[in-house]
């Protein structure tokens, strides 16, 4: 099995078109900055700006007041997913108030990973869950033999493949057309406080229904 790793590969241009998390969004002609709709009606933070096959993911958390805004739910209104197209993208006007940007930008690269699952397989215990791929990827990143712990935390998520260990009905729905949407990336909080993704050390899902371009964050 493959995951595709997103990895931390040291700062990047704020506004640069490259797979990045903070720095400052990409967005056609005339779009708004999103605002909280959970409760403190601040502005969203920006977190991650995903360059992907048919567009770029921007990805926006409420991050004004930790705890208070359900940032971690899909239709709360404290998060968005928007899939713009990669044409004519332009910097974003930063509001003057709230918790709108990182406090830096790190660029992202990606790095293919092929693990055997039947590496991983107990065949004395069946009741096990099978092997998580991104689980396993991102466990065993840079890891050499009989050494304990990788470099995990240059892990920034992953992009595509299936949601790690998430139950069927917590897949999102499309707002627009109902159907359940396609799994995207994962999202890790981050190398260090100074580039992080607060996520309350929780693990961030993101999707897309390509059809409509809607997107959904939540996490586990």
């Not at 995990?152 to 917590?170: I, N, T, W």
């Not at 897949?171 to 992080?196: R, V």
């Amino acid at each position: 099995m493959q995951t595709t790793l997103m990895i931390y590969d040291g700062t990047a241009p704020a506004d640069s078109d490259v797979p990045r998390t903070g720095g400052v969004p990409l967005a056609p002609a005339g779009f708004t900055w999103p605002m909280c709709g959970s409760g403190c009606g601040g502005p969203l933070q920006f977190f991650a700006h995903l360059p992907v096959e048919d567009g770029v993911l921007s990805i926006f958390v409420c991050q004004n007041d930790p705890g208070a805004c359900e940032f971690w739910a899909p239709a709360s209104g404290a998060n968005r997913v928007y899939l713009f197209p990669r044409r004519e993208l332009q910097p974003m006007a930063v509001p003057a108030s709230g918790v709108a940007l990182l406090p830096a930008t790190s660029a992202i690269r990606t790095q293919v990973v092929t693990l055997d699952p039947d590496e991983y397989d107990d065949q004395d215990d069946h009741d096990e869950v099978a092997p998580d791929a991104y689980d396993l990827a991102r466990a065993g990143w840079k890891r050499e033999p009989e050494e304990r712990f990788g470099k995990q935390r240059e892990v920034l998520g992953s992009l595509g493949g299936s949601p790690s260990y998430l139950e069927d009905d917590r897949l999102p729905a499309c707002p627009s057309c109902a159907g359940t949407m396609d799994f995207a990336a994962h999202l890790e909080e981050g190398i260090s406080s100074l580039t992080e993704m607060k996520l309350g050390g929780q693990l961030g899902y993101v999707f897309v229904c390509h059809t409509c371009r809607e997107g959904a964050f939540l996490t586990d």
